[in-house]
């Protein structure tokens, strides 16, 4: 079935750049989403973009879209210590009812 | 700003009871979905359900059904809790404007012993 993969650990200093990387084996996703899951709390849409769309800029956050290798990423910006969470790739699903298929997130390190 | 609220954040169970698990959506949404959250597998579909009465299998259904009686309200059962259920559940409700985000709830960690 349809399979989406992201590394589950990243650590990074304060003030370097970000780089979340995801792979998935749907190729007919209308949209592909990020999203944020503090401590404790839900998860939170943090940015999406469209699947004909090669990349999306919104403030600190780039995401990259390679269709043909089948590649999503996230790159954070001058990552700060409230950026530290867990981010999961998720994959909208063909067919309807608007499923999606998500990572299994990958937990975000910021260190001074 | 659309709410989705879960009815308990923590819930201590035994084996063998059964356990409702409330959600509810402010947004008049008619897509709503339940998900279990374990480290290391990231969040799997248990049900879903597209409209007030019906509903459709997810990814891990066994163990588990739901009730959709009210478009506003999508509920969980464990009709004989696990261990092995011992998780975080999570429910989210789809807009289905524009690019189909779905809101999530805070979560309920439910502890099955």
């Known amino acids: 079935g349809e399979d989406v993969e992201q590394s589950l650990f990243l650590s990074v200093r304060e003030g370097d750049s970000s780089v979340i990387n995801c792979t998935y084996t749907?190729?007919?996703?209308?949209?592909l989403y990020w999203y944020k899951q503090e401590p404790g709390a839900g998860l939170q849409l943090l940015t999406y973009?469209?699947?004909?769309?090669d990349m999306k800029q919104d403030q600190r956050l780039t995401v990259l879209l390679n269709k043909k290798d089948k590649h999503l990423s996230l790159r954070i910006a001058d990552t700060q210590t409230g950026d530290s969470a867990i981010y999961f790739c998720?994959?909208?699903?063909?067919?309807?009812?608007?499923?999606?298929?998500f990572g299994a997130g990958t937990r975000l390190a910021v260190h001074p | 700003d659309v709410k989705v609220t879960q009815s308990s954040r923590y819930l201590v169970k035994r084996t063998g009871e059964k356990v409702f698990l409330e959600c509810v959506q402010d947004?008049?949404?008619?897509?709503m979905f339940w998900y279990r959250q374990d480290p290391g597998l990231g969040l799997r579909l248990i049900y879903f359900?597209?409209?007030?009465?019906?509903?459709e299998k997810g990814d891990i259904p066994e163990g588990y059904s739901v009730s959709r009686e009210k478009k506003e309200r999508f509920s969980l059962i464990l009709e004989s809790a696990s261990t092995n259920q011992t998780s975080m559940y999570l429910c989210?409700?789809?807009?289905?404007?524009?690019?189909?985000?779905?809101?999530f709830g805070p979560g309920t960690r439910l502890t099955v012993l």
């Open positions: 973009i469209f699947s004909n769309m």
């Open positions: 998720a994959v909208g699903l063909s067919g309807g009812y608007n499923k999606l298929i």
């Open positions: 989210a409700s789809l807009s289905t404007r524009g690019y189909n985000e779905q809101f």
């Open positions: 359900s597209y409209d007030v009465k019906m509903k």
């Open positions: 749907d190729s007919s996703s209308t949209y």
């Open positions: 947004m008049d949404h008619e897509n």
